[in-house]
């Protein structure tokens, strides 16, 4: 199932927050080899962790972390624009109608329709906030990943080669692509809107008629 | 919409001015009442609002935020919240809800959190009186202008606060003086992205972030403001 949490909320999830931690440092320390910093527990975790972003988790029937990725608004401080900057031209991206999607995980042996259904989330999530676009940081060799989900990204730069490549992407928030992703990760609209809802509470009737 | 009000903006030097221009936001974007919150990287806090004064000091006096469910889920947060999907069922809350409700805020709300760099972040929120149904078609209708007027409101009130008039004149990068000029030249968005060797998305996105330093409504407005300040050379 997804799990939308707020970092200042992850401590109700210490399972599936844990596994997170770990399953990033395996991915992008130990697999990738990039220049990340783990802790001594095994936990991956950098500056924009600190400033409360929204992570889409993929929780396992047994509670265990499946998958997971990390949001934050281009209004506040990001990765790309602090660090990624010639992958876009110069072009510091911000907007309300715009945020950012980093550290895109699998943990190790992840279920196929793992990464639909992460896709599938921020998708709903854009819908939901009104966003016209996603912008990502990510593994150069995650295109495919994504291409193979239905919903692939307009590539705007890449640097490095190999395990090494990191590319900036775009994805446009439309409506249009969300059947595609439901069908790709073998969810129904329901059973997503209820996962949203669940998360993000779900709209009551009259605000006065429970007062 | 909002074209007027983002003209009052630009104009806007003082906290004071700042005031004023919230106020006939609201009447721009027919809200029965609006209230920005914006807490500095330093904790500074900053406050407009269309709420009865009676109302604002029982609130501060009571420390309702402690309690406000709009301020307990939204603050520090950043996706857009209709007050609906709030948790209003402890006792407290119920009994804030029907003080809010006597002093006339009303049970309908919509609220914008808004994340500033450097850690500054803002809450900006809508309220009304409004049935359900008019709530709902309200919400439709103005959420995304709801979503650029805060924004803009936040950008001006951290122009203030930092002091610089220099933040007036938007740094756009030389990509994004490209694109805008392009248009400005009169080439489709089609053509724009060819001649800049990008695809439509890219420069849409490019046209997006320039739209939002210059403080524009749509992409017209951002080549007017652009054309304006001297950043374009056509």
Request: aromatic share 10%; net charge negative; glycine share 8%.
């Amino acid at each position: 199932m997804l799990r939308y949490v707020y970092a200042d909320q992850l401590h109700q999830f210490p399972r599936l927050a844990q596994g997170m931690f770990r399953d990033r440092a395996v991915q992008f320390s130990a697999r990738l080899g990039w220049e990340v910093s783990v802790d001594d527990d095994g936990n991956e975790r950098d500056q924009y962790d600190d400033l409360n972003p929204l992570y889409i988790l993929w929780e396992r029937p047994d509670g265990t972390h499946g998958g997971s990725l990390r949001l934050l608004p281009t209004t506040g401080d990001t990765m790309l624009n602090d660090h990624f900057g010639h992958l876009t031209d110069g072009v510091t991206i911000q907007s309300p109608f715009i945020w950012e999607c980093t550290r895109f995980c699998l943990a190790p042996g992840a279920e196929a329709h793992v990464s639909s259904a992460l896709m599938l989330g921020v998708l709903e999530l854009g819908l939901n906030a009104h966003l016209d676009h996603i912008v990502g940081v990510f593994d150069a060799r995650m295109i495919r990943v994504y291409a193979r989900v239905g919903w692939g990204p307009t590539v705007l730069g890449t640097e490095g080669e190999g395990r090494n490549a990191i590319s900036a992407g775009l994805w446009p928030c439309d409506e249009g692509f969300r059947a595609r992703l439901l069908s790709k990760a073998g969810i129904s609209a329901e059973v997503s809107d209820h996962w949203y809802n669940r998360s993000f509470g779900t709209v009551a009737e009259q605000i006065g008629a429970v007062a | 919409m909002l074209e007027s009000f983002l003209d009052r903006l630009q104009k806007v030097k003082t906290l004071g001015d700042l005031d004023g221009a919230i106020l006939s936001l609201s009447d721009e974007l027919n809200a029965e009442h609006m209230v920005y919150h914006s807490v500095g990287s330093g904790g500074k806090e900053y406050a407009v609002t269309t709420y009865h004064p009676i109302w604002v000091d029982q609130y501060l006096g009571n420390d309702y935020a402690r309690i406000d469910p709009v301020v307990q889920a939204c603050l520090r947060r950043f996706h857009p919240v209709d007050w609906k999907r709030l948790d209003w069922s402890g006792k407290a809350t119920r009994e804030f809800l029907h003080e809010a409700v006597d002093a006339g805020v009303g049970s309908q709300g919509f609220s914008i959190p808004i994340r500033g760099p450097s850690g500054q972040f803002a809450l900006f929120s809508v309220s009304s009186r409004d049935s359900d149904e008019h709530w709902a078609r309200y919400t439709q209708d103005y959420t995304r202008s709801l979503i650029l007027a805060s924004h803009y409101v936040n950008q001006k009130a951290l122009e203030i606060e930092n002091g610089t008039d220099q933040a007036e004149i938007a740094s756009l990068s030389p990509r994004e003086t490209d694109a805008l000029t392009m248009l400005a030249l009169g080439l489709s968005r089609a053509q724009a992205a060819d001649s800049l060797s990008i695809s439509e998305h890219t420069l849409r996105v490019y046209i997006e972030s320039a739209r939002f330093k210059l403080s524009a409504m749509n992409t017209t407005h951002a080549v007017a403001r652009a054309m304006n300040q001297g950043l374009l050379r056509v």
